[in-house]
Structures are given as C-alpha cells and as structure tokens.
C-alpha cells in the first residue's frame, strides 16, 4: 500500500553498530517518493507491477547484519512480505559499509539550496542520489547545480553540476517525458488537477563514483528562470536519499524527522 512508503521506516546495521547506516523511508529508498508508486528500471534498484520493490546495491557485513522496517503509522499496515538473499563468502578487510540517508528541506528565496548531505566524515565513495521534488511556481524548476563538497571544500566545491536536467542524463526540460535507464532516471512527472507538480529522479555514480578521503557534502539548488533570462532563486519542497559507501564508523545522521513531517504534498 502506499500508505506505507513514507510512514513505514527501512534501516540497515552493519556487524555491531549502534545507530544504523541507512535509515529511509520505505517508498523513498527504492526511489518511489511522494508516497506514490510508478515504475523504476534500473540496475541497482527496480521497482515492478504492482509494488514490487527490489534492491541489488552489495551489502557487505563482517559477522552480522540486522535490516528492520518499523511502521510508524496510525493504524496497522497488512500484506508486507519480503525476501533477502545472501551469500557466504570472504569480503575484503578494505570493503566499504553500504550507507543512505533521509532529508527534506524547503528551499527559500534567499538560500534556494538542498541538502542531500552533509557532515560525513571518513573515507568511501558517493554512488546515488534520489530526489522527490515538489515544485511550487508554475515555470521551468530544473536550473539548480549540484555540489559535491570533498576533502576540505569549503567555499568552492570539486564537483559542481551544470543544471538539474543534466545532472539526471536529460537535456531541454526534458521535453516534457519520463525515461527509466540502467543509471539515471526521470520516471515521476506528475501534475495532476489541484495538484502541485511532483518529480522523482535518480542518478547511480556506479561506474563514476566520486570518491572521498575524510569528508562529504552534497547540496543542489532550486533554480529557475527570471522572463529577462536570469537565474531565478525557487521555494519548493524537496526530499532527498544520498547513497554512499564508507569506512565504518560513520558520523551520527540528523534526527529522523516524524511522519506528520514526511507526510507528501
């Protein structure tokens, strides 16, 4: 039910640690955002009629590994089912700990910037950004970079995007379509009467990972256009999971924000 994809918790914990390395709304990990459902065909995560949900991100672990999903809504959730295949083998002592996170943020006039993350510390590789985005003007919204903060960036970042379409594999405003490939997506537009506009989009940096030493950052703006051709600074509501490997420990995530806060509009 989609009832379930923002009300119902995923977490991962890897060997003995305490606090998890993912810790997601359900709906949002496997890319369906807004607590909607529509089709994702990628290679790490793909989500199939009707309400199928499938992950093949590697999960390496040392002894242990402990996933629980926690219905944090009112009422009791039926017909959850589940299966996890694993494989008994040697992993490498260097092998990076799978690792995702949550956030939601409403972007403003004077700072129209989302966090996907921030204040990662130690050392691994970015592989994935999902975003659920609900725009709040009627015109062109995907004009915003993002930025990854490596190692030390402060002002400047290492990496910084040309545009929300291009970051995502489109181009033009993507001429209105939806597409679903093996490492970048656009698979939710959605603009429905009394509706605001939805987007769901996401990127996988398997063969490109962007790899860090010490420290992360990552934020994208939202951005539009001014009718005399200037950037025009946007508020509208995004939601994001950042997808990362690292060397354990990982530092503290934000407090989870509760269900009348993930709540879609």
Same mark, same amino acid.
């Given at each position: 039910? %989609? /009832?379930?994809? +923002? #009300?119902?918790?995923?977490?991962?914990?890897?060997? #003995?640690?305490?606090?998890?390395?993912? *810790?997601?709304? =359900?709906?949002?990990?496997?890319?369906?955002?807004?607590?909607? /459902?529509?089709?994702?065909?990628?290679?790490?995560?793909?989500?199939?009629?009707?309400?199928?949900?499938?992950?093949?991100?590697?999960?390496?672990?040392?002894? /242990?590994?402990?996933?629980?999903? @926690?219905?944090?809504?009112?009422? +009791?959730?039926?017909?959850?089912?589940?299966q996890i295949t694993y494989a008994l083998t040697e992993v490498p002592a260097q092998a990076g700990r799978f690792h995702a996170q949550w956030r939601r943020s409403l972007t403003t006039r004077a700072y129209p910037e989302h966090v996907i993350l921030e204040g990662v510390r130690g050392q691994g590789h970015y592989v994935g950004t999902f975003l659920a985005w609900s725009q709040f003007s009627s015109g062109w919204w995907g004009e915003g970079e993002i930025k990854f903060y490596l190692d030390?960036?402060?002002? !400047?970042? %290492?990496?910084?995007?040309?545009?929300?379409? #291009?970051?995502?594999?489109?181009?033009?405003?993507?001429?209105?379509?939806?597409?679903?490939?093996?490492?970048?997506?656009?698979? =939710?537009? +959605?603009?429905? @009467?009394? *509706?605001?506009? +939805?987007?769901? =989009?996401?990127?996988? !940096?398997?063969?490109?990972?962007?790899?860090? /030493?010490? *420290?992360?950052?990552?934020?994208?703006?939202? =951005?539009?256009?001014?009718?005399?051709?200037?950037? *025009?600074?946007? %508020?509208? #509501?995004?939601?994001?999971?950042?997808?990362?490997?690292?060397?354990?420990? !990982?530092?503290?995530?934000?407090?989870?924000?509760?269900? !009348? @806060?993930?709540?879609?509009?």
């Open positions: 039910s %989609t /009832r379930a994809y +923002r #009300d119902v918790v995923l977490r991962m914990y890897w060997d #003995d640690e305490s606090t998890p390395s993912v *810790e997601v709304p =359900l709906g949002d990990f496997f890319c369906n955002g807004h607590a909607l /459902r529509y089709n994702v065909n990628s290679l790490p995560i793909a989500v199939n009629p009707s309400g199928g949900f499938n992950s093949y991100w590697p999960l390496p672990f040392a002894q /242990r590994a402990r996933i629980t999903v @926690e219905n944090q809504r009112w009422e +009791r959730i039926d017909g959850f089912f589940y030390g960036d402060r002002e !400047h970042p %290492t990496i910084c995007g040309t545009g929300t379409e #291009d970051y995502f594999g489109g181009a033009w405003g993507f001429g209105g379509e939806t597409y679903s490939t093996a490492f970048l997506g656009y698979p =939710l537009y +959605r603009k429905a @009467e009394g *509706e605001v506009p +939805r987007h769901g =989009l996401y990127r996988w !940096h398997i063969l490109d990972p962007i790899r860090f /030493r010490q *420290e992360l950052k990552v934020t994208i703006q939202a =951005l539009g256009w001014w009718p005399n051709g200037t950037f *025009e600074p946007l %508020t509208d #509501d995004i939601a994001s999971v950042g997808y990362w490997y690292q060397a354990e420990p !990982h530092a503290p995530f934000p407090v989870l924000p509760p269900v !009348h @806060e993930r709540w879609a509009r």
